[in-house]
């Protein structure tokens, strides 16, 4: 059986899994038995008791008698051995257990069960769940960054769906920060079982959040990322955040989704406004102009928490400009855009001699500090670089 695992690594002994969580994880995947029928049925019983019911037809089955013929087919199939090794290095848990996550308890649509991979202690700390549209702009995807970078330096764990887009890039912003020694953790919540990995493009991802901070599902091992899953798991991205940040979205889709569930759950919502001709910065001013909070500066969100803006540590990793180049970045200082001639102009000014003061010096100089990327050209412009946000 091909589940597309992770390697093994090295750590903390792998989750107890006890015959309440085996049976649990044959409840989750029997047939149309979503999210709330789970509840249902596991409001007043145990899983094994769940079970027992179910198979013997006791009074009070009728409603889950369809799962009879299913729930014995997965029991002669699947020994609990082999359930485990689906399970591999995740784990289970039920509500109800002391390891439940406290900021899902309480909550009126709390999952019966979760299935997780990573350190549960990545939600017992300050959390904001960042979230955008899969097909964002390089403006929103370096905000995003950003703001991940930014969080995470200030400790905070940031919680996405780690889809394309701005989820991914969120994240990655907070595995930026981690290598600069941030305290902050990356949580995932994701539509599918943890042994299928969806988008395949985020594979790489997946593995580096399961190690450094959690993914959550409540999906059970060989679920499919079917359509109807991802608002779902919208709710629990709402419920997870003390405050939920939009960076890009469009009037509908699933960021909508996760705002409309946070407002349920009187969860703060914050938006980055846009330019207004973009349909990606559509939702967001939509969001603005109905009153959701601000983000003018990347600092705004910790603020929001009560906690002070932290400038992370960046590593410059252009390569250092000689002598002469640095002196052509030196004419940009405090000054827009310039044309080639002007940048000649200001070159001669500066120099005592004319070593450097040349035409093709300066567009030698130029190239070399574009191909570095320490300045950009448009049109006949050339303007200066801020330090890369990664």
């Known amino acids: 059986m091909n589940t597309s695992r992770w390697p093994s690594r090295s750590g903390p002994a ?35 008791d769940a079970v027992s019911v179910i198979l013997d037809g006791s009074p009070g089955s009728e409603p889950w008698s369809e799962w009879v013929p299913h729930l014995r087919a997965d029991l002669a199939k699947h020994s609990d051995d082999a359930l485990r090794e689906q399970l591999g290095e995740s784990g289970v848990i039920l509500r109800g257990e002391p390891t439940y996550p406290a900021a899902l308890a309480a909550d009126h649509e709390a999952p019966a069960v979760l299935f997780y991979r990573g350190d549960l202690d990545a939600l017992r700390t300050r959390r904001v769940a960042v979230i955008g549209t899969r097909h964002c702009t390089e403006r929103g995807r370096a905000i995003a960054v950003d703001v991940g970078r930014t969080l995470a330096g200030g400790g905070v764990s940031v919680v996405s769906g780690l889809a394309l887009g701005i989820d991914a890039a969120a994240h990655r912003g907070v595995m930026a920060a981690r290598e600069e020694g941030a305290s902050g953790r990356p949580v995932a919540i994701v539509a599918s079982g943890l042994d299928v990995v969806y988008p395949r493009a ?22 499919a990322p079917d359509r109807f899953r991802f608002p779902l798991r919208n709710r629990l991205i709402a419920a997870l955040g003390e405050l939920v940040l939009v960076v890009e979205s469009r009037i509908q889709g699933g960021s909508m989704i996760t705002v409309d569930e ?47 803006a932290v400038v992370p540590t960046i ?16 004419v940009f200082r405090d000054v827009g855009p310039l044309t080639f001639d002007m940048v000649v102009d200001r070159m001669r000014a500066r120099s005592t001699n004319l070593v450097g003061a040349t035409m093709t010096d300066c567009a030698l100089s ?6 570095q990327g320490w300045i950009i050209t448009e049109g006949g412009w ?4 801020p330090a890369p946000s990664d």
């Open 14 to 48: 792998l989750p107890l899994v006890t015959a309440e969580h085996l049976a649990a994880i044959r409840l989750a995947r029997l047939p149309g038995v979503g999210p709330r029928r789970l509840r249902a049925l596991l409001d007043h019983r145990t899983p094994i």
């Open 202 to 223: 985020n594979g790489g991802l997946w593995k580096v959040v399961a190690e450094s901070g959690l993914i959550i599902t409540e999906s059970p091992p060989g679920t």
């Open 262 to 308: 946070a407002l349920k759950r009187d969860v703060p919502v914050m938006a980055v406004p846009g330019p207004v001709d973009l349909p990606v910065s559509a939702g967001t001013n939509q969001l603005l102009r109905d009153g959701a909070h601000v983000m003018a500066e990347v600092g705004d969100v910790l603020v929001a928490l009560g906690l002070h």
């Open 315 to 330: 590593r410059d990793r252009r390569p250092a400009p000689d002598d002469r180049d640095r002196d052509v970045l030196a």
């Open 366 to 371: 130029l190239g070399r500090l574009e191909a």
């Open 382 to 385: 050339f303007e200066l670089l």
